[in-house]
């Protein structure tokens, strides 16, 4: 959730809908073209990356595999930490990498400390948040990509950013220049048919960049997304993954009332089609 200052290596797709390297464009075009033909499919995941599988209980491992092939990168969303060990393990013979993302949820709790953030918490002058939607224009766009991916954080595709394609929201802090200076977005990403899948969210994509720490942007913004995917589209339990160690991630969502459970996101990708073998951070 927090960022390193580094060089802006990234731009934004011609069609001005994926971000990031060549190769994370790539990813997201294939993921969302994969989502269009499995949608339906009551097993599957999707936020805007790429499509996963909502749990190894109910689907073959192989189908993991296959699915990070096409892509380029794929998860398991839920995973009981104790099975996580053999699950890694299983992959070694692939040359597939592994990222383990604790989860983190938040309900009532999460709401509750979202509506006293946003009461107690203003934003500096100087900057106004913003909802970006599809009318969003180019510059703006190409801001919020800059200020996510120099935080190590690929922004979802703009069709679920903007709730085009299904619920979705990206909320912006904006300078009176017109740059974007920190960001957080939330996401349906279980079928609607799913038990949970109009219950819980994805949330993330906290991300600030070096000059405005210290202010809570991120703890503000991502309060505010909460609220509104709760108000626009009625989900009540947000989860975000967490890499083990991520300290400043943790502090932030400890704020915001969720708790670290018992299960994890195994996230898989294929090195050879995306480049330092990990999709975001």
Not at 65 to 83: K, W, Y
Not at 219 to 245: C, D, H, K, S, W
Not at 258 to 267: N, P, W, Y
Request: charged share 20%; with cysteine; net charge neutral.
């Amino acid at each position: 959730m927090s960022c390193a200052n580094r060089p802006d290596r990234h731009r934004m797709s011609a069609r001005q809908d994926t971000f990031g390297s060549p190769d994370q464009q790539a990813l997201l075009g294939r993921g969302r073209a994969l989502h269009d033909l499995t949608r339906s499919n009551i097993n599957y995941t999707y936020y805007g990356r790429t499509v996963g599988i909502v749990s190894p209980d109910r689907t073959p491992f192989a189908e993991l595999v296959s699915m990070t092939r096409l892509q380029g990168a794929s998860h398991f969303a839920h995973v009981q930490n104790d099975q996580m060990p053999a699950l890694v393990q299983q992959l070694k013979p692939h040359d597939l990498s592994a990222v383990h993302y604790a989860r983190w949820v938040g309900d009532a709790s999460a709401l509750q400390a979202a509506r006293e953030t946003v009461t107690s918490k203003q934003l500096p002058d100087g900057l106004t948040s913003l909802w970006l939607t599809g009318e969003s224009d180019n510059r703006l766009r190409a801001s919020l990509a800059r200020a996510a991916l120099a935080c190590g954080v690929l922004p979802p595709h703009l069709a679920v950013l903007s709730g085009a394609l299904q619920p979705g929201l990206c909320r912006m802090a904006v300078t009176d220049q017109g740059e974007v200076v920190s960001c957080a977005a939330a996401a349906s990403y279980m079928h609607a048919d799913h038990p949970e899948g109009q219950v819980e969210c994805w949330w993330g994509m906290l991300s600030t960049v070096p000059d405005w720490r210290g202010f809570g942007l991120s703890l503000r913004l991502g309060a505010e997304v909460m609220l509104e995917m709760a108000q626009r589209y009625g989900f009540t339990r947000f989860f975000t993954g967490i890499e083990p160690g991520n300290t400043a991630s943790e502090v932030v969502c400890t704020r915001l009332g969720l708790t670290l459970t018992d299960t994890s996101t195994l996230s898989v990708a294929d090195p050879g089609q995306l480049s330092g073998g990990r999709m975001t951070k």
